[in-house]
């Protein structure tokens, strides 16, 4: 069965840094497109990040750029996020999926919270 489970999230405060992981399990993540989500707070979830081994690539959105980091592992297990300097607006869950930019109809994993504050 191929599954993906986030982990990672935490309490930080403004400034702090944060590592989410993304591990897929029944299957090799090399072969596809992974995508990062942020669900704020009464919102929908939007595209944050996306790496393409395949094209070599790694995107992100304007509002992350320069402080999160996408990378995943030589085996092809996990998917990370370094988040640095995470901000009050950065608070919400994260969600991992076989997909970039929009967010899939739904997520195989359960996400993981993030929460900034003083």
């Known amino acids: 069965q191929m599954q993906l489970v986030e982990s990672g999230g935490g309490l930080v405060q403004p400034g702090g840094s944060l590592r989410l992981s993304c591990v897929a399990s029944g299957f090799n993540l090399d072969a596809y497109a992974v995508g990062w989500f942020h669900k704020a707070p009464g919102k929908e979830p939007e595209g944050i990040s996306c790496i393409n081994v395949i094209k070599d690539d790694i995107w992100y959105d304007a509002s992350v750029e320069g402080r999160f980091t996408t990378s995943r592992d030589k085996n092809g297990a996990t998917v990370y996020l370094q988040m640095n300097s995470l901000k009050v607006e950065d608070a919400g869950a994260y969600y991992c999926?076989?997909?970039?930019?929009?967010?899939?109809?739904?997520?195989w994993g359960q996400g993981t919270q993030v929460s900034v504050s003083t």
């Open positions: 999926a076989l997909k970039c930019f929009s967010p899939p109809a739904e997520f």
